[in-house]
C-alpha cells in the first residue's frame, strides 16, 4: 500500500511540473497585434516579442504598421485590421506579410490583396482563415467589440468568450480605455507615464517631432510646448536605441 501512495504522489508530483502545451505567437517586425486570444496587446517596453495562447481554436486580430516613402518623404501607414483564426496545439508560430512593403504604392496595393503566411518553427505553413475585421464605426474602434460580432456571425463556439471580454471592458472610461490598449498595464516608465498624462493632441504634437526628428541624435521640443510634451522629448532622448524603436512603433501605429 506504501508503494502504491509513493507512486501515486511521485506520479502527482510529475504530472503538476510537466510542461502545459500552448501556442506561441511571434510577428513580423512590420506587424502590430492587436488582440492575441481575445486579450488587448499593448504598447510597453517590458513587452515580450513572443506572445501565448492557449491550444485549440484561436484567433489573432493585427494590423500592418510602418512608414512608407511618398515622393521622397516618409509617410504613416496603418493597414486595415486583419483577423486570422487557426486551430493548433503545442506550436511556435511566426506570422509575416507574403510582401515587402517599402512604398506608399505597394501599401496601397497590399490593401486590395492582403496576404500573409503563418509558419512553425519547421518552417512549414499552417492552416488559417484571413478576413478584415470590419469597423463597428464611430472616431475610435473597440477591436473587442468588432471581434465578438464578427464571431457572433462566422464562429458562434468562439462568440461567447469574446462578447465576455467586450462587456468587461465596458465599464471602463473611453480616454482611458484608449491609452490602455496602446500602452498596456506592465509596470510604468516614465515615458509610458507621461504618455498616460498628455492629452490626444500633445500626444499627435510629440508623434510628428519624433517621427520627423527620427534621424537626429537628440529631438528638439519647442519651447512653447506644454509640460508633458516636454516630458516625453526628454524621455525620448534618454531612452536606449531599441526603446526608441518601439516608441517609433507606437508612434506609427496611432
Known amino acids: 500500500m506504501k508503494v502504491i501512495k509513493t507512486l501515486f504522489v511521485v506520479g502527482a508530483m510529475v504530472a503538476s511540473f510537466a510542461p502545459r502545451a500552448e501556442v506561441n ?20 517596453f517590458f513587452d515580450k516579442s513572443v506572445y501565448t495562447m492557449d491550444d485549440g481554436k484561436g484567433q489573432i486580430v493585427f494590423r500592418i504598421s510602418k512608414l512608407v516613402d511618398k515622393l ?3 509617410e504613416k501607414f496603418n493597414s486595415k485590421a486583419y483577423v486570422v483564426t487557426f486551430d493548433e496545439t503545442n506550436q511556435e508560430l511566426f506570422i ?21 503566411s503563418i509558419k512553425n518553427k519547421q518552417g512549414q505553413s499552417i492552416k488559417f482563415i484571413l478576413d478584415e475585421l470590419p ?28 462578447a465576455t471580454i467586450a462587456t468587461a471592458s465596458e465599464s471602463e472610461p473611453v480616454q482611458q480605455k484608449q491609452k ?9 516608465n ?11 493632441s500633445e500626444v499627435e504634437q510629440f508623434a510628428d517631432i519624433a517621427l520627423e526628428g527620427r534621424k537626429m541624435s537628440a529631438l528638439t521640443i519647442p519651447n512653447d ?30
Open 135 to 162: 469597423s463597428l464605426g464611430g472616431i475610435s474602434r473597440d477591436y473587442e467589440k468588432e471581434l465578438a460580432k464578427y464571431n457572433k456571425k462566422h464562429y458562434p463556439e468562439l462568440a461567447v468568450a469574446s
Open 25 to 44: 505567437i511571434d510577428f513580423h517586425s512590420d506587424i502590430s497585434p492587436l488582440l492575441v486570444g481575445g486579450d488587448i496587446v499593448g504598447y510597453s
Open 72 to 74: 521622397g518623404e516618409k
Open 225 to 254: 510646448a506644454s509640460q508633458p510634451v516636454q516630458m516625453l522629448g526628454y524621455w525620448f532622448n534618454k531612452a536606449s536605441v531599441e526603446e526608441k524603436k518601439k516608441i517609433l512603433a507606437y508612434l506609427i501605429s496611432l
Open 180 to 188: 490602455e490598449q496602446s500602452l498596456g498595464n506592465n509596470e510604468p
Open 96 to 116: 509575416e506579410p507574403d510582401v515587402k512593403i517599402t512604398r506608399l504604392e505597394q501599401a496601397e496595393a497590399f490593401e486590395v490583396e492582403p496576404s500573409f
Open 190 to 200: 516614465m515615458f509610458e507615464y507621461w504618455v498616460k498624462q498628455a492629452s490626444n
